[in-house]
């Protein structure tokens, strides 16, 4: 594993738990703060979004061109 590869496992292990305390007391964070909280936890899907549209939806198909 290369030496970037390993740091960026390391940082989210830590990162992670931390991200998700956060969460838990977003009412005390200033709303810039929130939002910001809430989008890197959306890119990190440390929560659930419910069904994405779009180039974000996973299919198990492959795409035909569409």
Do not use: C, F, V
Not at 15 to 42: C, F, G, T, V, W
């Amino acid at each position: 594993m290369s030496s970037i590869r390993s740091a960026e496992q390391t940082y989210r292990q830590w990162s992670s738990p931390i991200l998700l305390e956060l969460k838990e007391r977003e009412h005390q964070l200033e709303p810039a703060d929130r939002e910001a909280l809430q989008n890197i936890l959306l890119e990190r899907r440390l929560i659930n979004s419910g069904n994405p549209n779009g180039s974000d939806r996973r299919k198990a198909e492959p795409d035909n061109g569409g």
